[in-house]
């Protein structure tokens, strides 16, 4: 909502508890993204195709939430993930989907998991319109470290979401600044 008060787009979303899941039956597109809202690494994300669908998923979701967030479906080969810390992009990544699956992690019923391939992206080359979309949203949250990911599609740029702790993992998303990216964050820790 903050959001799109503030002209970012985003996917069409709808906060649903378990009253008012049978309101949505003729108000959905599908697919439909059906998600908790403090999910992370793509756990509690599913994928409905029908409202039948959507039901099954709920039930499950509503036993570990009061809401679940279902939202327009939109499919990308890639996201892109912008780290923006003090209202600044620091780096950018795209996340790319898992072979055969629309997901950047693909989890198997054991719990075990495949994951899309990342490339650094030097920010030079990254779309303004996406550091635009990354760093204003970003701005909107706080002036902490944050990861903000987003689709590129033809219709514009929408942030899916905003990361408070987003990972940072050395050999992927510091790929193209290696050391200069640590050091840009500690700096900025330790003026804090």
Known sequence: EMLRENAIATPLTHM????????MHNRLSYPVVVKVPDGAFSRSVKKADSFEHLQEIAKEMLKESEIILLQEFM??????????????AIFAAKYFMCDGHWQILQHAANGKYTEGRVQAVPLDAVPAEVLAAAVNSARLVGNSFYGVDLKSTAAGVYVIEINDNPNLDAGVEDADQGDA???T????????
């Open 16 to 23: 649903v508890s378990r009253r008012t899941l049978a309101d």
């Open 75 to 88: 499919y990308t080969d890639f996201d892109w993930r912008i780290g923006v810390l003090a209202g600044q």
């Open 181 to 183: 990216l640590y050091i």
């Open 185 to 192: 964050l500690l700096s900025h820790f330790l003026q804090q």
